[in-house]
């Protein structure tokens, strides 16, 4: 029955149909495990959350918009699936130890956290309004590793959990357009390796997804902010439910990385290779933002 129904809501909702509905069951290995998702109002959050459910896992929601995590916790509910929510700015580290307490006391230990909460900015970084600038390496950086540092040792101790950290390969390749955001994912990236070799034997998995462009409402978020450009990589975007494929896998099968699509796993050789070409270029790769000979006259 519930297989049925989760099949009728992708089917219906989603665009290019990467799960066939033959496949979405429930999996007892997974049934009743607790799984946090931070950014799960939106994109690859509401998606994965979705995908989670079907497959028996508790999710637990958090975001700052209320009324979306409202509309997607009672949709997955209506499905048999089990999803709570707590609303909360991932910026402010009282609302995180909130969010941890409220966890505890209400849900239980969680098995699985998906550090997935985040945003982008595309433009010259004098440009950037400061106040977004601080808000980014907030929810980007400091929730990521503060969230984690709040979940782990309760994992550690049940000698079983796993953190997947949403990253980006912008993290391994510093262009110009990105300087906070690619900073951002790069310490997503530092972070992860450095705990995942930190588990190693413990029990508790660390892992980061380094994505390259995925469809979802992240490009123009980053557009509507002040200053902000438009991602040239848009156009390559994935279906958002790729993503949510390739977490599962994670679950499965742990690993230390995982690039997707696979193919952007040589993204990391760019900068070691071609970084001087990178750095002739300049803001060439910018113009579309603005006009080179503008941020010359200044
Ligand atoms: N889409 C891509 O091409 C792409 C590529 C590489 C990596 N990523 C990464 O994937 C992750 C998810 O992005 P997405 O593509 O799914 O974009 P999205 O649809 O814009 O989702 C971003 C999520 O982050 C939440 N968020 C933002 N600021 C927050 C704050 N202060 N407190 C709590 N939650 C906050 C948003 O919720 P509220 O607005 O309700 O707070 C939303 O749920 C991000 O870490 C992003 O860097 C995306």
């Not at 929810?139 to 959990?161: C, E, K, Q, Y």
């Not at 588990?199 to 557009?223: D, E, M, Y």
Request: aromatic share 8%; glycine share 8%.
């Amino acid at each position: 029955m519930l297989t049925q129904c989760i099949g009728g809501w992708y089917a219906k909702n989603t665009s290019a149909s990467a799960e066939p509905a033959s496949l979405i069951r429930m999996d007892k290995n997974w049934q009743g495990k607790i799984a946090l998702i931070t950014g799960a109002s939106s994109g690859i959050g509401e998606s994965c959350a979705y995908f989670l459910a079907a497959r028996g896992l508790r999710v637990v929601l958090t975001a700052r918009r209320e009324h979306r995590l409202n509309e997607i916790a009672q949709a997955i509910q209506q499905q048999g699936g089990q999803a709570h929510f707590f609303a909360h700015d991932l910026s402010d580290e009282q609302a995180r130890l909130q969010l941890t307490q409220q966890i505890a006391e209400l849900v239980g230990p969680v098995d699985v956290l998906i550090n997935n909460a985040g945003f982008g900015w595309y433009g010259y970084f004098h440009k950037m309004d400061w106040l977004d600038a601080a808000r980014m390496i907030s929810v980007n950086v400091a929730a990521t590793a503060h969230l984690t540092r709040l979940m782990l040792p309760g994992m550690l101790a049940r000698h079983s959990g796993h953190i997947i950290n949403i990253s980006s390969i912008a993290g391994s390749l510093p262009n110009q357009g990105i300087a906070i955001y690619s900073a951002s994912k790069a310490f997503v990236d530092a972070f992860t390796t450095a705990l995942h070799r930190e588990l190693r034997g413990s029990g508790v998995h660390a892992s980061a997804i380094r994505l390259g462009p995925v469809k979802t409402p992240f490009f123009n978020q980053a557009r509507n902010m002040k200053n902000g450009g438009s991602v040239p990589a848009e156009r390559f975007a994935i279906p958002v439910e790729r993503v949510n494929w390739a977490i599962w896998q994670l679950l499965q099968h742990p690993q230390r990385v995982m690039y997707l699509p696979g193919w952007l796993r040589v993204s990391r050789l760019v900068e070691p290779m071609f970084s001087g070409l990178i750095d002739r270029l300049g803001p060439l790769l910018l113009r579309r933002v603005e006009p080179r000979n503008e941020i010359r006259a200044k």
